[in-house]
């Protein structure tokens, strides 16, 4: 027993002298309770919505009055002309509108019938359902509250409407994220272990002291991981259209140029995994962790951010992939200009300009 003792406490020293064991051991679960346990979650919290109330009258303010009391709902716009509804749509700013028609309260007392218009952006088609769900239930309480108190019969009818995706295909929601997803692993993954691999069997000496430059070098490895993904995009793409029905609705230029973009930060990803390992089952886990799980559940491509606690929020800002589904939904299914992806470009080329010298950098001090 005490020679069995020994092993096991030899097996405990070797556990605990590899950080990344450790880390991988009693890190991983930790943070992969709070994941699963906070960000995979179907129920939406705080969703933005705007409110088109061209009558502004009793009725129509108890319902915003408890619109805005809900858990669900956070107004964010005031509209004062049912012409800004698309404007707002396409910057992204709400995913449903609650539109009173005119005269609300007087139509519902003296005809006894009025409408409310509830119009969702269905470029996520489950998001659309369960805030027009949310919507309905609040104004068909306060019709039941009025008929309580009237002796004649009261309606609010409410009429749906589903803008972008009006069929409610899934693909429309899943296209754009497993694009992303698609484009990471092929790039970032497959980069990383392709130098690792040569580090991993002394070849990479051996390259470096030809006559080609260690740059040109590393470039080499890198150009068919990006023909290959360029093809991938292509793919993908053709897919998308001709066998699942979903449409290039904006410009097939800007598309594939912020793809090639987003193709570029992943690919300067892997060149930085494969700085900071020496094997390729380490390039595997950390291109695991770092990349497979953040982008399944923190890009939005499964689960709404704007669901998740303030801190995942903040994490999901980090996450290429978040930029560019937000750009691939904006500019293949809202069909909406380049100028309102601005922001997730500029965001992106930030991105690779900081990830690329940084790996670049770290790479020229791993060959010195």
Same mark, same amino acid.
């Given at each position: 027993m005490k020679q069995f003792g020994a092993f096991v406490l030899k097996e405990f020293r070797h556990i605990f002298r590899d950080k990344r064991t450790m880390m991988i051991l009693l890190g991983m679960p930790v943070i992969q309770i709070i994941l699963f346990g906070f960000a995979i979650t179907t129920e939406v919290k705080n969703a933005n919505v705007a409110i088109c109330d061209p009558s502004k009258d009793i009725a129509t303010q108890k319902i915003i009055e408890r619109i805005k009391a809900n858990e669900h709902f956070s107004i964010s716009t005031i509209l004062n002309n049912p012409d800004q509804i698309t404007t707002l749509f396409r910057e992204g700013k709400t995913g449903l509108v609650i539109c009173f028609s005119e005269r609300f309260n007087e139509n519902l007392m003296h005809s006894g019938h009025a409408q409310i218009q509830l119009i969702a952006d269905a470029t996520?088609? %489950?998001?659309?359902? @369960?805030?027009?769900? *949310?919507?309905s239930a609040i104004i068909a309480s306060y019709q039941q509250e009025l008929m309580n108190q009237s002796s004649v019969p009261l309606r609010i009818s409410t009429e749906t409407k589903f803008l972008y995706n009006p069929q409610m295909k899934g693909a429309y929601n899943f296209v754009p994220g497993v694009l992303?997803?698609?484009?990471? =692993?092929?790039?970032?993954?497959? @980069?990383?272990? /392709? &130098?690792?691999?040569?580090?991993?069997?002394?070849?990479?000496?051996?390259? +470096?002291?030809?006559?080609?430059?260690?740059? +040109? !070098?590393?470039? /080499?490895?890198?150009?068919? *991981?990006? !023909?290959?993904?360029?093809?991938n995009l292509t793919t993908v793409l053709l897919l998308s259209v001709f066998v699942l029905g979903v449409p290039v609705a904006g410009s097939l230029f800007w598309l594939i140029a912020v793809s090639m973009l987003f193709i570029f930060v992943s690919l300067a990803l892997g060149l930085l995994v494969s700085t900071l390992t020496e094997s390729q089952m380490a390039?595997? =886990? &950390?291109?695991?962790? /770092?990349?497979?799980?953040?982008?399944? =559940?923190?890009?939005?491509?499964?689960?709404?951010?704007? %669901?998740?606690?303030?801190?995942?929020?903040? +994490?999901? %800002? &980090? !996450?290429p992939a978040k930029w560019f589904i937000i750009s691939m939904k904006n500019l293949m299914i809202k069909g909406t200009a380049v100028s309102s992806v601005i922001k997730e470009i500029i965001i992106l080329c930030v991105m690779a300009l900081v990830i690329i010298t940084v790996s670049l950098k770290k790479f020229k001090n791993r060959l010195e």
């Open positions: 996520d088609p %489950n998001t659309a359902t @369960t805030l027009t769900n *949310y919507a992303g997803m698609i484009l990471m =692993l092929i790039c970032a993954m497959m @980069t990383s272990i /392709a &130098i690792v691999r040569e580090k991993e069997m002394g070849t990479m000496e051996v390259l +470096l002291v030809s006559p080609m430059k260690p740059i +040109l !070098i590393i470039l /080499a490895k890198v150009v068919p *991981y990006f !023909i290959i993904s360029c093809v390039a595997m =886990l &950390i291109s695991g962790m /770092a990349f497979m799980m953040p982008v399944m =559940l923190l890009s939005g491509m499964m689960f709404p951010i704007e %669901n998740m606690p303030v801190p995942l929020q903040w +994490l999901s %800002n &980090i !996450i």
